[in-house]
């Protein structure tokens, strides 16, 4: 369960035995973002309008998706004239978290896959063109 407060304008929140713990201003909840997903000189993977926020929290480290729907809730209480996209957030955040893994596992396996093939493999698994 997230627990939250909001004090002089910062929501604080947190997540249970979960090394989570974020301020943020209430009204840059709402933000949206276009967000790329490959590396800097790559065409990548991007999702218009996505929650800055929701990206930011869940793609450092893998948390349940319950977590994500209890902010995304937080998120449409306070900041109720928001533009998120949240299907594209919540896709954002899989295939964010499934390249992260990608790379990871890259680093060590035998066959190396290039950031090219890394991103094309994730537009194939999720249908994204």
């Known amino acids: ?12 929140v947190s997540i249970s035995n979960v090394d ?10 709402g933000n949206t973002i276009a967000w790329k997903i490959g590396e800097k000189e790559s065409e990548g993977i991007i999702f218009p309008a996505v929650s800055s926020w929701t990206l930011q929290l869940f793609t450092k480290k893998v948390t349940e998706s319950k977590y994500q729907k209890e902010f995304m809730a937080i ?8 533009t ?18 990608l790379k990871e596992t890259n680093k ?15 537009k194939k698994k999720f249908n994204l063109d």
Do not use: C
């Not at 989570?20 to 909840?29: A, C, D, N, T």
């Not at 998120?75 to 928001?82: I, K, P, Q, R």
């Open 1 to 12: 369960m997230i627990k939250q407060s909001i004090k002089e304008n910062i929501l604080f």
């Open 20 to 29: 989570f713990s974020y301020r943020i201003p209430v009204e840059k909840l």
């Open 75 to 82: 998120v449409t209480e306070h900041a109720t004239e928001n």
């Open 84 to 101: 998120i996209d949240w299907k594209n957030t919540q896709l954002a955040v899989t295939v964010q978290n499934q390249y992260n893994w």
């Open 108 to 122: 060590t396996a035998k066959n190396k896959q290039t950031e090219v093939e890394i991103i094309e493999s994730l």
